[in-house]
């Protein structure tokens, strides 16, 4: 079993870590920055342009992991031929826009129900409704995060579903997925199979990701402050993420 790496300081990726790779990437707080809202993101033309050079220098070989779902993503980021990983890997988008998804359980439906009546009554605290998962944020009101998990913690209880802790916020989902099994439905793609999978992000949620590129014999980058990580590598944050993509498409 893979363990975590729990000592010294990590490298940044060195470079031509991309060669031969395919890229994957978390969004928020990856490639854009986090947001008080998730809708507030912004996804700027540098990050459009750069998106779309990588996946010419890569041959397609390029695909986003996030915790949303992957309408929304791909809405955001107003692209098309890129493959999107969203609800943690639950659902894929392919290239070709044909999308694998699994039926939207009736829990859900009542975990959101009781979700968006707990927001009404603690004002800042968001609920975002998503095909196979509901989310409450509380980055906007910071006194509710007991409340929040605590509400959390029993609707999973009551539903069955799973429970997924993340940044100012915590997630109710189908149990079945999370970003390590995104990595590997993704590199068992015709396009991306016997490559290297190289993928960058920086929650909790992004652990199974960089274990599952371990397992490929591929790397993890972890963005933000130095912590217990899988990843090998480490960048501090947005920028220099977009600052070594663009490097690397320089070489």
Known sequence: MLQLDMTGQKAPPPAGLLEGATLLLDFDGTMVELAPRPDAVLVDDRLRRLVTALGDRLDRRIAFISGRDAATLKALLGLDGIAIAGSHGLEILHASGKVDRPVRPASLD??????RAFADAHPGVLVEDKPLGAALHYRLAPQDEAASNRLAQQLAADTGLALQTG????????????????VERLMADPGMVGTIPVFAGDDDTDEPGFLAARRLDGHGVLVGPERQSAARFRLPGVDAVRDWLESELAR
């Open 167 to 182: 940044k100012k916020m915590v997630e109710l989902r189908l149990g079945s997925g999370d970003k390590g099994m995104a």
């Open 110 to 115: 009542t975990a959101v129900k009781r979700m």
